[in-house]
């Protein structure tokens, strides 16, 4: 089972040539093949870092360039690289690639991939190796397998993971591990190419496989169990949708369908997403910073149906695996993803296949039984949609129940990461993006971020969300290099990165990429002078109070320096002073420099409860 990707964006192989550029190399290279099939797949940019082994794949892309085709965009670090990939394909609906160097700068792509692995994300990864002849002999960097080997260190966290070593064997396994990315389970794939290799002579004139084709999303559903479904739906009392982060594809016709039967909506952090605060029926989100409203919904007495939808069904998209909520007899789980339908033995039913086509026919199959006809929703829906909920009015989510809540409204400097929250999405225009890295800003975001994303249903475009973290894998950093891909993939759309100061000074070098590409990304760095999440932890939890103490900095001067617009924002009256609408049209990236409360305690004692009471403390 595949993904979709946006054909009209695919090339045909006529249209690629590698010699077609005004300044040819004048015999293409292997590396010209592969930029050749990046082309083909409607790639725009390549992000990496050079080196010697990796040069000939950096030329190339400077010829690709020259001609209009995929350009390389140079990180500071390779985890960067791959965490813009990462950005861009989640963004674009894209292959993601990034490229490093032999040794050190493919060990250094190693986070960021396994990140991408974690949440299911479409890489290329390619890395260099010394020459063939040099393998075993002590060469420089060398990481064949005799050296540090880097395809074993691939092993582990890659889709498809194979060191070339004959130029016949470049083009079917570079097409493997194409399509081995976008396959079910999507993920990285990683080749590793030999300087040589990379170097030698283009065995064909143009890529031979026409990936486009053999890249069409297989749409394959089970229909009796479609008929099952249906069925249950018709008995059911009371329904709750539960939206994980594969539901994206189908999210248009589910929420019509849950809004015709009157379903709940609930969304795990990863899902959170895809469906508008707004709409009528949604409850909140369900596990890890998640809302009681959300909990209230599946412990309601009435609800004998709890249908899962794209989810792996991880602990913090089920408050722990906690068995009350949706493990248990009245579960539904629907998925693309066979290892994803393991975690949910006790469902009642579970049903496989291309999402989309799923919920596309239980529609059909709906409305021929007349189960849609018991409300009249299209009418009520377009009722909502034509009242997209303005700036006024959102203070008011329906539905959802929030810890705190006054605390949206407190005036007080410094500034409630709360309060932060809310003016953002008061303030920021409803197509942002937000892109949220791990720490407080992940439980910060996820409880108290509520975008007026105005689509209450129908089609979105790739994956259509407007919210991502990178739980799982959670690794700091990660949101600083991803909206510096996702402003690449979305040009004119406004990008938010929400990060920590920790997270700043791990992985805040890509700032400069984003000033170098000019690119509009408004980074909000929750300046607390701690690792925050660490600090709270240890006081929720009762451990020591260690090793969480960071340096005041002044991000607003540091981002001067690099070359940035950066300005210090410290009550509710300095974010409320900025002009948004400039800050969101201007060519180049903004750093607000936030010092928020460092004492508010952030909804995270779900992550406590299940790490367990700490043994460091004394509580004298
Ligand atoms: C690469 C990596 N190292 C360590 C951790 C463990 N960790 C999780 S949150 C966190 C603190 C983050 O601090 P900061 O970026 O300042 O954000 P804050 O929580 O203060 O908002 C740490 C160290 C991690 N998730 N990823």
New binding site residues.
């Given amino acids: 089972m595949g993904q979709d990707i946006p054909v009209s964006r695919l090339k045909s192989t006529a249209e690629i040539h590698p010699s077609s550029s005004p300044n040819p190399s004048p015999k293409p290279e292997a590396a010209d093949i592969i930029v050749a099939y990046l082309e083909q797949l409607g790639v725009e940019y390549v992000f990496g870092v050079p080196g010697g082994a990796i040069e000939p794949l950096f030329n190339a892309l400077a010829r690709s360039a020259r001609r209009g085709g995929p350009r390389i965009v140079v990180a500071r670090h390779e985890t960067g690289a791959a965490f813009m990939a990462d950005g861009y394909a989640r963004n674009s609906g894209r292959l993601g690639v990034c490229c490093a160097t032999t040794g050190p700068g493919a060990t250094n792509l190693i986070?960021g991939v396994a990140s991408a692995y974690e949440n299911h994300i479409p890489l290329l990864v390619i890395t260099a190796q010394t020459a063939l002849a040099s393998f075993g002999r002590g060469a420089f960097q060398e990481s064949s397998c005799t050296g540090v080997n880097i395809v074993g260190m691939f092993e582990y966290c890659t889709r498809y993971n194979t060191l070339v070593s004959h130029p016949d064997q470049l083009e079917p396994k570079l097409s493997a591990a194409i399509m081995a990315a976008f396959q079910t389970p999507v993920g990285p794939s990683h080749i590793s190419l030999p300087l040589d290799l990379l170097r030698s002579p283009a065995t064909v004139a143009a890529p031979s496989y026409d990936l486009a084709n053999l890249l069409q999303a297989d749409k394959v559903y089970d229909p009796e169990a479609i008929a099952v479904l249906k069925e249950e739906l018709a008995q059911a009392r009371g329904v709750v949708f539960v939206i994980g982060e594969g539901a994206g594809e189908a999210i248009g016709t589910l929420l019509e369908i849950a809004f015709a039967i009157r379903a709940k909506i609930i969304t795990t952090p990863h899902g959170k997403g895809f469906v508008s605060p707004y709409h009528p029926l949604f409850c909140g989100v369900i596990g890890f910073a998640g809302h009681t409203s959300a909990i209230q919904a599946l412990l309601d007495p009435n609800v004998d149906t709890v249908i899962a939808v794209g989810t792996a069904l991880t602990e913090s998209a089920t408050d722990g695996w906690n068995a009350d909520l949706i493990l248990n007899r009245r579960l539904i789980h629907i998925d693309a993803i066979e290892s994803n339908l393991t975690k949910s033995p006790m469902a009642r039913l579970h049903v496989r296949g291309h999402l989309a086509s799923i919920f596309d026919e239980l529609a059909r199959r709906m409305k021929a039984a007349d189960i849609y006809s018991l409300v009249p929703p299209k009418n009520e829906l377009r009722q909502e949609q034509s009242k997209p909920p303005r700036v006024a009015q959102l203070r008011r989510l329906p539905n959802v129940e929030l810890e705190d809540a006054a605390k949206h409204e407190d005036d007080s400097t410094p500034i409630k990461p709360q309060r932060l929250m809310y003016d953002l999405t008061r303030l920021f225009p409803p197509n942002t993006h937000y892109l949220v890295?791990?720490?407080?800003?992940m439980t910060w975001a996820i409880h108290y971020l509520h975008p007026h994303d105005r689509r209450l249903a129908g089609r979105r475009d790739t994956k259509g969300s407007i919210f991502w973290t990178p739980l799982e894998f959670?690794?700091?950093?990660w949101a600083i290099g991803a909206a510096v891909g996702a402003a690449l993939a979305k040009p004119g759309t406004p990008i938010v990165c929400i990060?920590?100061?920790?997270?700043?000074l791990?992985s805040g070098q890509e700032l400069t990429v984003a000033i170098e590409q000019e690119l509009t990304v408004i980074f909000i760095i929750?300046n607390?002078s701690?690792?925050?999440?660490?600090?709270h932890g240890q006081r929720l939890s009762g451990a020591e109070p260690i090793g969480f103490q960071?340096p005041r900095v002044d991000f607003a001067a540091l981002a001067g320096a690099l070359g940035a617009q950066g300005l210090i924002i410290e009550s509710p009256a300095d974010l409320e002073a900025l002009d948004i609408h400039t800050l969101c049209a201007r060519r180049g990236p903004t750093v607000l420099d936030v010092r928020v409360d460092p004492d508010e305690v952030p909804p995270m004692r779900s992550r406590i409860r299940i790490l367990g009471p700490a043994q460091g403390r004394s509580q004298s």
Avoid: P, R
Wanted: no cysteine.
């Fill in positions: 986070t890295d791990t720490g407080n800003s959670a690794s700091m950093g990060t920590g100061d920790g997270s700043v791990m929750l607390d701690a690792l925050g999440m660490v600090k960071l």
